[in-house]
Every structure is written in C-alpha cells, then in structure tokens.
C-alpha cells in the first residue's frame, strides 16, 4: 500500500513538472514553487541604527545623540547608546551555466533537462532575494563567452533577470580561464553566489574561478544537477550518444560499460564534494527528476545550517 501510494505521487509530481516545463511564464512556476518557502538567501542581522530594539551600550565619543536614552540617564545618570539590527543588504549573484552539456534530457519527465531545471531554481533565488530587498545579478557562461546582468534591486530588475534566464540557450563550451579571471571583478564586495551547473567538468575554468571568489571571501553556494540516468546508468543498452562539448565521436553503452561508468562517475563527484568541503564551499546535489522545492529548500537549508 505505501508503495503504491509513493508511485502514485511520485507520478503527480512528474506531471506536473512536465506542466511547468510547459509553460514559458517563470512567474507562474516561482509563485508555486516558493508557496510556503520560509526560508531566506541569509541571516540578514546586523547591529546599527536599525529599529529592533538589540540592546544598550555605554555611549562613545562620535555616537549620534539622538540615538541616547534619555530616560535611562535620568535613572543612572550615565549616557547609554541604543543599538538596534537592522537588515543587511548583501547582493546576491546567480551564476548560470548554459553550455551545450546542460541541455541533457530527463529519461523520466518530458520536456524537463539540465538547463531548465537550472534556470528556474535561480530564478527562485533571484525572486527570494528581491523580496528580501537585495540586490542581485546574473552571470551567465554560454558558447565560450560570460554575460552579466548587473546587480540591482526591485521589481523591475526582477524582470530583468528572468527575461535573461529565459533566453539562455545550451551553446558550446566554457570561457576560458582567463575570460573568467579578468571578469571576476563584477563582484566587488562581499557576496552570495549561487552557481547552477552540472560540474562535469571539475576542475575547469568556472570550478577556478568559483574557488577564487571563495578565497576573496564570498558566499559561494554549488547546486550539482545530474538525470537519474547517470545516477543509476540506466541508459538503454546499446543506445549511442555524443558528448556535446568535445568532438571525438558516438559512444555506447553496453551492460558490462555501467558498473565502470557509475564507479567513475561517483569518483567524479566525489570530487567535487570534497573540493567544495576543503574550501567551505556549500555543495548540494540534485537530480532533476526531484521536485524544484525540495530542491530549493534543501539547498538553501544547507547553506543556512553553515551560517549557524
């Protein structure tokens, strides 16, 4: 009974993955997908003069005297000082990867691939950060090239960077290193990133240029998306594919090809986990069979639990 109850919803949820996958409205799928969300791109507290109340300190030459509590002084006939928290605005920035390798297909939901799943979990991201007040940006990697979408804040610049999201298309191959090096500037103060990507690649030049923007002390927050057909390997036997980033012909899988194929696969990611851990970068990985909210959500709790 509970399996066939599992079956039925896991059924219902890749439908309507499909019906959203369907539809080119990213509005529509944010508002279901963060219906009941209750989580926040950060903590966002930070002691100034804010208007919640944190506590009293003893005033200090500069203080504005506006901010004294005169009746306190009455009381002690000491000068205090009321500090508050005030939200922080820290910008955020979503990093795309939009090279011909994300345009990898579900074998399970029709219509639903890498880049899909990408884009619009940013864009969850991009409208978390715009209610939050923050300013945000985009930084999409597409046919060898960067493009950049600068850091603002309100409603319109929401539209902005969903129109971006929705024309990216899965071209070619990653910048280079040094495309990226000499871009890493479009992020000046300290940030959050949050980069999108399938990773197969690792190290590359956008794993490089990640890394850099944690050794300058940003936030930086890696979602792995893979099918669960290169989870599991259960590509049909004898089926053919090409790599669509390298040139070096068709391949196929047979039955004995899967155990080596998940073993190096794992190895891979593996990887990737441990470079992420070795360099306090948050790391979530994903298959895009799963719902976007469970997704979202375990991504941004993760990060959460860190800044704890």
Known sequence: MTTKLSDTADKAAANLAAMMAQTKDLELVIRHVLAGLGHGLHAGRERGAGVEFSEYRAYAPGDEWRRVDWKLLARADRYFVREAERDSHVATWLWLDATASMAEPSREINGIDRLWFARTV???????AQRQGDAFGLVVCSGGKVEFTQASRGPR????????????RPEGVLPSAEVLRANLHF????????AASDFLDWPSPLSEALLRLRKLRHDVRLLTLRTQAEVDASFKSGASYRDPEQSDGLHRMSNRDRESYKQQSRTH???????????NIV????RIEQTLGAVLSSWLRLAGARAK
């Open 283 to 286: 790391h979530y990985e994903a």
């Open 157 to 168: 610049q929401l539209q902005r960077v969903l129109a971006q999201l929705a024309k990216a």
């Open 187 to 194: 992020a000046r103060s300290p940030s959050l990133i949050f």
């Open 122 to 128: 940013l864009a969850c991201v991009a409208a978390i």
């Open 269 to 279: 990611f593996d990887a990737v986990a441990s470079g992420c851990r070795q360099n």
